[in-house]
């Protein structure tokens, strides 16, 4: 029997996320831009 991996989420400090929504809103960079960009 194979054991399965839990994987869990990452945390994204505040700093981060309003970086990310940054990039998207005042660089006008599309949302799935911006994601791969960050690899999330």
Known sequence: ???KKVTIPPR???A???GAVK?????GRPSREAAAE???
């Open 1 to 3: 029997m194979s054991i």
């Open 12 to 14: 994204y400090d505040e």
């Open 16 to 18: 981060f996320k309003t």
């Open 23 to 27: 990039m998207v809103t005042e660089q």
């Open 38 to 40: 960050l690899g999330i």
